[in-house]
C-alpha cells in the first residue's frame, strides 16, 4: 500500500486521500501551477487600491453594464425617498410611553424637513438633498468599495441647523507624503492596536487643474473618526470581509475583466457586422490586366488603366434595365456578379453574451433578467424566486451601508437639535451622551420590494397580518411606505369621504379579491 501513489506520480496516495484536494495538485495535476500567496486583506487590496478604483471609475463611465448595475444598485439599495422610521428606546431612558411616542413623531418630521429641502442644507456643497447623499454613498460603496463623508458644522442664515455632510471620494484618502503602510497606518487609515480606525489623512486640494490625483504631492489634514465628546467626524462605511481589513474592495473588482473583455466582443461583432454590410455584392471579371489594356487602347500603364475604370463606370451607368421596377445588372462579356454573405453572423455569440452576463449578474447580486432586461424566458414563479434573492441582497446592503451612515448623520443631527433645545424631549433616566444607541435607533425604509404580481401579494400579505405572522408596520415598510402616515392619511380619507356624503371604503377579505385564480398555476412574466 506504501508504494501506491495518487493521480499526480509523487504524492503518497495515503497522504493524498487524508487531505483537502483543493489544497493539493487536483486531478491529474490540474491545480499544480494554482499558487496564490496568502495574504491579509490589506496585503491583497491596499497596493492595487488605486487602479482597481480608477478602472471602475472607468467601467462606470464608458460600459453600459457597469453603469446600469451600479444604476439598479442605487435605486434598489436606497430608491428615491430614504426616510427614518425612529425608534428611540424610552423604556431604556424610563421614559412615559406617550410622551416619548410624541417626541419620536416631532423629531421624524423636523429631521425630514431639513434633510429633504431642496435647498440642500444638510450637504456642505448645497447640492443634494439626504435621500441623494446616501444615494451617493451607496453608489461610491459600489464601485468604490466605501462611502465616505465629513461632518461639518456650518451656519447659514436660512437654515435651523447647522449640521452639514461633506462627501469625501475614497480617492482622497492616503498616506501622507508617500509613507509605505505599517501596523498603525494603512491606506491613509490611522489605526489603534485594536485595528480601530482613530482618523484619516485627507489630500487637501488634491484637484489640480486637470482633475489628476496620482502624481500630487501637496498637503494631508488628519481628520480624527470622533471629536473628544464623541461627536462623528469622519464617517466611513463599508463592509470588511476579513479581520484587520482597513479599507474598502469595490464590488466590480470580481468581475471587472469579463466585464472589459464582453465589451471588447461586443465592439469586434459590431465591426465584423458593419463592415459585411457595407459589401452587399461585388463583380468579379476574367480579364486580367492586360488583357483589359488592350481591349481599352493596346497598351499599358495607370492611363489605360483609367481608361479602362472609365469605360467599365460608363457601360454599367448606362446599363439600366429594369423590371417591374428591380434592377437586372447587365454585364459586360466574362464578368459575373457575386453576392457576399457573412460566415460568422452569430457564431455563438448570443450564448456567450449571456454566459458573461450571468456571471455580472452574480457579481452584483442580482439576477441575470435584472442585469440584462431580459424576462421572456421567465415565469411568475422563477421571476419570484429570483427577485426575492436578490432582495435578501439588497436589504443586507442597505442595514450595513446606507442604514449605518444614515444613522450616523441623524445622530449628529439629533445631538445638535437637543443641545441647542430646538426639540425638548421627555424626563429621561440618562442624558443623550450616557445612552446615544438608545438616544438615536432608528429604522429606515428605503425602496420597496419589487411586485411581479401585485393581486397574489397582497393576498399573502394580508394572509400574514390576519394570521398574526406580521403587522402592517412590516408589510408597509417592504412596499416602502411608513404604516403611522398610511394610518393617518386612510383616517383623514374616511371622514373627508363622510363630509362629502360618500360611502366609506369597502376592505375586501383576502379570499374575494380574485377568486377565479386560486390555483397557483404558473404564468408567465413576459
Known amino acids: 500500500m506504501s508504494d501506491l501513489l495518487a493521480p499526480d506520480g509523487m504524492t503518497p496516495l495515503s497522504e493524498y486521500c487524508s487531505s483537502y484536494t483543493g489544497g493539493g495538485t487536483g486531478f491529474g495535476g490540474q491545480l499544480r501551477n494554482w499558487t496564490p500567496p496568502s495574504r491579509t486583506a490589506d496585503a491583497a487590496?491596499?497596493?492595487?487600491?488605486?487602479?482597481?478604483?480608477?478602472?471602475?471609475?472607468?467601467?462606470v463611465r464608458n460600459n453600459a453594464i457597469a453603469h446600469g448595475g451600479v444604476q439598479m444598485h442605487i435605486d434598489n439599495v436606497v430608491g428615491s425617498l430614504f426616510r427614518p422610521s425612529y425608534r428611540l428606546n424610552y423604556k431604556l431612558l424610563g421614559?412615559?410611553?406617550?410622551?416619548?411616542r410624541a417626541f419620536m413623531k416631532e423629531a421624524e418630521q423636523a429631521f425630514i424637513e431639513y434633510a429633504e429641502?431642496?435647498?440642500?442644507?444638510?450637504?456642505?456643497?448645497?447640492?443634494?438633498?439626504?435621500?441623494?447623499?446616501?444615494?451617493?454613498?451607496?453608489?461610491?460603496?459600489?464601485?468604490?468599495?466605501?462611502?465616505?463623508?465629513?461632518?461639518?458644522?456650518?451656519?447659514?442664515?436660512?437654515?435651523?441647523?447647522?449640521?452639514?455632510?461633506?462627501?469625501?471620494?475614497?480617492?482622497?484618502?492616503?498616506?501622507?507624503?508617500?509613507k509605505m503602510n505599517n501596523s498603525r497606518l494603512r491606506g491613509g487609515v490611522m489605526v489603534d492596536r485594536h485595528n480601530a480606525a482613530l482618523g484619516y489623512w485627507v489630500k487637501q486640494d488634491a484637484f489640480n487643474e486637470y482633475g489628476?490625483?496620482?502624481?500630487?504631492s501637496g498637503r494631508w489634514k488628519f481628520v480624527a473618526r470622533e471629536n473628544r465628546w464623541g461627536r462623528s467626524q469622519f464617517i466611513h462605511v463599508f463592509e470588511p470581509l476579513e479581520a484587520g481589513q482597513s479599507r474598502g474592495a469595490n464590488l466590480l473588482l470580481s468581475m471587472m475583466e469579463q466585464m472589459q473583455s464582453l465589451s471588447h466582443l461586443q465592439n469586434t461583432t459590431l465591426q465584423n457586422a458593419i463592415i459585411n454590410a457595407m459589401y452587399a455584392a461585388v463583380i468579379?471579371?476574367?480579364?486580367?490586366?492586360?488583357q483589359a489594356f488592350q481591349l481599352?487602347?493596346?497598351?499599358?500603364?495607370?492611363?489605360?488603366?483609367?481608361?479602362w475604370m472609365t469605360y467599365m463606370g460608363e457601360y454599367h451607368n448606362a446599363a439600366n434595365i429594369r423590371m417591374n421596377g428591380a434592377k437586372i445588372p447587365h454585364l459586360v462579356p466574362g464578368e459575373k456578379l457575386k453576392f457576399t454573405q457573412s460566415h460568422n453572423a452569430n457564431n455563438g455569440f448570443t450564448e456567450l453574451e449571456s454566459s458573461m452576463l450571468r456571471f455580472i449578474a452574480s457579481g452584483f447580486g442580482m439576477s441575470y433578467e435584472?442585469?440584462?432586461?431580459?424576462?421572456?424566458?421567465?415565469?411568475?414563479?422563477?421571476?419570484?424566486?429570483?427577485f426575492n434573492e436578490s432582495f435578501r441582497y439588497t436589504m443586507g446592503k442597505r442595514k450595513t451601508i446606507a442604514a449605518r451612515f444614515a444613522s450616523l448623520v441623524f445622530a449628529n443631527w439629533l445631538e445638535e437639535a437637543l443641545h441647542r433645545r430646538i426639540l425638548v424631549p421627555p424626563k429621561s433616566r440618562f442624558s443623550f451622551y450616557e445612552r446615544k444607541e438608545a438616544w438615536t435607533r432608528c429604522e429606515w425604509i428605503g425602496a420597496g420590494r419589487l411586485s411581479i404580481d401585485g393581486l397574489k401579494e397582497v393576498k399573502e400579505a394580508i394572509l400574514r397580518i390576519e394570521s398574526g405572522l406580521s403587522t402592517y408596520e412590516k408589510e408597509l415598510a417592504l412596499m416602502g411606505e411608513d404604516y403611522q402616515e398610511v394610518f393617518e392619511q386612510q383616517a383623514r380619507e374616511i371622514q373627508e369621504r363622510k363630509a362629502k356624503g360618500l360611502p366609506p371604503p369597502s376592505w375586501m377579505q383576502v379570499m374575494a379579491f380574485d377568486p377565479s385564480n386560486d390555483s397557483g398555476e404558473q404564468q408567465s412574466a413576459a
Open 284 to 290: 468579379e471579371s476574367e480579364l486580367d490586366s492586360e
Open 296 to 307: 481599352i487602347s493596346g497598351g499599358n500603364g495607370a492611363e489605360q488603366m483609367q481608361k
Open 370 to 386: 435584472q442585469i440584462a432586461r431580459d424576462y421572456s424566458k421567465v415565469n411568475y414563479s422563477s421571476a419570484r424566486a429570483s
Open 117 to 178: 429641502s431642496p435647498y440642500c442644507y444638510i450637504d456642505a456643497e448645497r447640492k443634494r438633498t439626504f435621500t441623494m447623499l446616501v444615494r451617493a454613498v451607496a453608489a461610491a460603496h459600489c464601485h468604490h468599495g466605501e462611502g465616505m463623508a465629513v461632518s461639518e458644522w456650518i451656519s447659514r442664515p436660512s437654515a435651523m441647523f447647522k449640521t452639514a455632510i461633506k462627501l469625501l471620494s475614497p480617492k482622497r484618502i492616503s498616506n501622507p507624503n508617500g
Open 45 to 59: 487590496l491596499l497596493p492595487s487600491l488605486e487602479m482597481g478604483n480608477a478602472r471602475a471609475d472607468d467601467l
Open 95 to 100: 421614559m412615559e410611553e406617550s410622551g416619548a
Open 212 to 216: 489628476e490625483l496620482d502624481r500630487y
